[in-house]
């Protein structure tokens, strides 16, 4: 795809449910409409901080974010923005919508005083990865860990 027109980013609306519900089926392969139901109505309902936006072009919804302010969140004392999901419908991907969403929320969160944004990928995602080091997102200086609740606990050495 080459750049399009012009993407006009705008705050994420509750009409647009329908729409991100869609976006994310088509992009990852299955609908998540409760995931989006509750993270929608939790983005929105937190009042003065918009940062979860929708972009159109020639007024076709063409991508998505949704973002968060946390204030003092796993030991950080100053606020932390997390970026929850991104998608591009596949007709606009290349073509600046995923860069004019970032760039519009980093012109939100610095207005806000927010000075990190933070988002997790798949190891093996390389196109989203590629497309966050673009954007200038680095790895983080921290390791983010997971546990199996359904695995056998591992034995403890007594000594």
């Known amino acids: 795809m080459n750049r399009v027109k012009e993407a006009v ?11 991100v519900v869609d976006l994310d089926a088509r ?16 983005n929105l309902a937190e009042t003065g901080i918009k ?13 998505f974010l949704l973002a ?16 929850d999901t991104i998608g591009v419908h596949p007709d606009f991907r290349g073509g600046g919508v995923g860069a004019a969403l970032l760039h519009q929320l980093r012109t939100n969160l610095v207005g806000l005083g927010v000075p ?9 995602d390389q196109p989203l990865l590629g497309f966050f080091h673009h954007e200038g997102f680095r790895p ?20």
Do not use: H, I
């Not at 940062?51 to 991508?63: R, Y």
């Not at 968060?68 to 970026?83: M, S």
């Not at 983080?140 to 050495?157: G, H, S, T, V």
């Open 9 to 19: 980013v705008r705050n994420l609306r509750p009409s647009d449910l329908d729409a």
């Open 27 to 42: 992009n990852v392969g299955r609908r998540r409409d409760e995931y989006f139901r509750v993270k929608l109505q939790q």
């Open 51 to 63: 940062v979860s936006l929708a972009a159109e072009v020639d007024g076709v919804f063409a991508g």
């Open 68 to 83: 968060r302010v946390y204030y003092g969140e796993f030991g950080r004392t100053e606020a932390v923005a997390v970026l």
């Open 116 to 124: 990190y944004l933070q988002t997790e990928v798949t190891w093996d």
């Open 140 to 159: 983080a200086p921290r390791l983010c860990l997971d546990l199996d609740l359904n695995a056998p606990r591992p034995e403890r050495d007594p000594g």
